[in-house]
């Protein structure tokens, strides 16, 4: 059944809902704090767990999983949507240089650490 | 007659209009970029229409929700579907994919190149941020976390409590590395010697944004897309969990 994969996700995301926001109350921000990231790690480290013990996800559940996948670009696009883009065109020069220092600062790294491999 | 059916067919359905519009978005953006033989660029053409719609939303109506003030998509429309709920639901489902022997694959190399790579972008942004005169803490935590990827930004943004300017404004530099990367890869590629498996997944770890990633590799050789793509698969994941917690408690602790 195609909503047993959405709940498996739902799982994650209630489980790494509660420890983020666990983790906000100790840093003192309030909100959920790293949630996101603890979800994604704790279903990562599931789903190879599960594998390597030889246990596969029927085709259909698997199907409820990667629908919600397909949608992660769509729904940024409605999110993009809703933001206060007037607001920010003002901070538009920290966004170009924000986002092209750091991509062509990291690009001049690939040979340092490629390197390391040698 | 008309004009009553017309105000209360608008009053409904919110949801249902707000699905349509995004994927009326997605199928022009995608004929666009398949006219301009670069698939790829599909996804970062949409968000920027996101945008646009948004900027166009902000104007129209002088709220600050962007198309979410106007009243057909408003209410639980692209508010909804648009807010960090099912953001953060689909973000995780992405991670299904995510096989750990991969990273094994990519070795001791890959695992440092996604630490620094994630570290270089998020302290990077979060300086130009302080050069460029912001001072709270939580601001310059969400614009730095952009520059890790236009996920990691709205994301740590939601979690600190910042205003949707400041997450539009992360959204944005994210954008920037995404379709930097993609443009600027294929001529950077001799010199930084991006020419087998080993820098790729270096490359993938570094840069992070998965679909420049992939986009810069293609059009570098497309070989390369995979090793690029393995480590990159990583990046935002791990930019979710550290940014919003240990890289805002260095900033705070640096910035107070």
Redesign the interface.
């Known amino acids: 059944m195609e909503i047993l994969g959405m709940g498996f ?2 799982f ?2 209630l489980l ?2 509660f420890l ?1 926001r666990l ?2 109350q100790f ?1 003192g ?13 704790f ?3 599931t ?2 767990y599960l594998e390597n013990r030889g246990f596969n996800f029927k085709t259909r559940t ?1 199907n409820g ?2 629908f ?2 397909a ?19 003002r ?21 340092l ?2 390197k ?2 040698k | 007659m008309f004009a009553n059916a017309v105000n209360l067919f608008a009053g409904a359905d919110h949801l249902i209009i707000s699905i349509a519009l995004v994927a009326l978005i997605m199928f022009v953006t995608k004929k666009i970029s398949i006219m301009m033989g670069e698939e790829r660029i599909a996804s970062a053409l949409a968000i920027i229409i996101g945008l646009v719609l948004s900027y166009i939303g902000g104007r129209v109506t002088g709220g600050s929700s962007g198309l979410a003030d106007i009243s057909i998509f408003g209410g639980a429309g692209i508010a909804l579907l648009g807010g960090s709920m099912l953001r953060d639901y689909t973000i995780i489902s992405t991670a299904y994919g995510v096989k750990l022997k991969n990273l094994k694959k990519a070795g001791p190399v890959g695992v440092i190149s996604l630490l620094v790579g994630v570290t270089f972008s998020f302290v990077v942004g979060s300086i130009i941020a302080v050069i460029l005169g912001y001072t709270d803490p939580a601001v310059v935590t969400t614009i730095g976390a952009g520059a890790v990827t236009f996920i990691v930004g709205p994301v740590t943004g939601t979690a600190l409590g910042v205003s949707s300017e400041v997450i539009a404004i992360s959204v944005a530099a994210g954008l920037v590395k995404s379709i930097l990367t993609m443009i600027i890869t294929p001529f950077i590629a001799g010199i930084v010697g991006l020419d087998n498996p080993t820098s790729a997944m270096v490359y993938g770890g570094l840069i992070g944004t998965t679909s420049g990633v992939a986009g810069g590799l293609a059009a570098t050789d497309p070989e390369l897309v995979p090793y690029g793509a393995m480590t990159a698969t990583f990046y935002t994941g791990l930019g979710t969990l550290v940014v919003p917690s240990i890289g805002f408690i260095i900033v705070r602790a640096l910035l107070t």
């Not at chain 1, 921000?29 to 790690?41: F, Q, R, S, Y």
């Open positions: 996700v739902a994650f995301m790494g809902s983020g983790l906000g840093i921000t309030g909100g959920d704090v790293g949630g996101v990231g603890l979800a994604m790690l279903m990562v480290l789903v190879n698997e999983i990667r919600l996948s949608l992660y670009i769509p729904i940024i696009v409605a999110m993009a949507a809703r933001l206060n883009v007037v607001g920010a065109i901070g538009g020069t920290v966004a170009i240089l924000a986002g092209g220092v750091t991509t062509i600062g990291a690009m001049f790294l690939v040979p650490l490629s390391l491999n």
